[in-house]
């Protein structure tokens, strides 16, 4: 089991990870997912070891700690290290609703942190409805979750375009291609949804960054840090940012 310094991220390579071949027969018996558990004191479940988490360790604030809890979990080989689940409210039923997907935190700042999608998509509705939301990084391996909790804003357009810059040209096709979150009849469409954008810009070096397209920071006025112990009594630290004041206070798990 390994040991981490809490201040610091491990300048190892990634651990490899073995494939995996998912077939019927080798997952059609019957699992009691009421036995499944981990005790997060058993080094055969948690690849790291590190002292109790206290209030100290947000001293600085809440962003390093996140930044270096990301940075360690991709060190250790862990896949997307920085996706989060993203909350949102729906308010077109009768009653509001909650909405979570799986999104990639790309960017991180003390003013909060930064994810890109489509504004007409489901999230981009339901944030222009209520712009609260609320992302939840997990990493089970490392029995480590933080949770981000506040309002968010569309990022400025040239944040946007510096980002674009970093797309890949596939990713870049992709998103002038889907209509995000609307139907589609079979992936045949989508396909020939794409091959019909890779035409329209065949001769375009620089594909810009579409209308539709962009930025939001969610900008906290709560964080949680969680780390599982043994028992299921955890340690939970929550930020709570008031404007200029800050409060940090320890949760009973």
Request: proline share 8%; with cysteine.
């Amino acid at each position: 089991m390994r040991e981490l310094d809490p201040s610091s991220a491990a300048a190892t390579e990634p651990a490899a990870q073995p494939s995996v071949t998912l077939s019927d027969a080798a997952i059609s018996g019957a699992v009691d997912l009421s036995t499944m558990r981990v005790d997060y004191g058993d080094p055969r479940a948690v690849r790291t070891t590190e002292p109790d988490l206290d209030e100290s360790w947000v001293a600085g604030g809440w962003e390093p700690l996140l930044r270096r809890w990301i940075e360690q979990a991709g060190t250790l080989g862990v896949a997307e290290p920085n996706a989060m689940v993203l909350a949102t409210v729906s308010l077109a039923g009768p009653a509001p609703r909650p909405v979570a997907r799986t999104v990639l935190c790309k960017g991180l700042s003390p003013e909060g942190v930064v994810f890109y999608t489509n504004y007409d998509s489901a999230k981009g509705n339901q944030l222009a409805a209520d712009p609260y939301a609320a992302a939840t990084f997990v990493w089970p391996s490392l029995a480590r979750q933080v949770h981000v909790r506040g309002v968010t804003e569309r990022v400025a357009p040239e944040v946007t375009e510096a980002y674009w810059q970093t797309r890949p040209r596939e990713s870049r096709l992709g998103a002038w291609a889907s209509q995000q979150s609307r139907p589609a009849a079979t992936r045949a469409d989508l396909d020939r949804a794409l091959a019909e954008t890779t035409a329209r810009f065949a001769d375009v070096d620089d594909i810009p960054v579409p209308p539709h397209w962009g930025g939001y920071l969610l900008r906290p006025d709560e964080v949680e840090f969680w780390q599982g112990r043994h028992g299921r009594l955890h340690n939970r630290i929550v930020v709570r940012i008031d404007g200029e004041r800050t409060t940090v206070l320890r949760l009973q798990p």
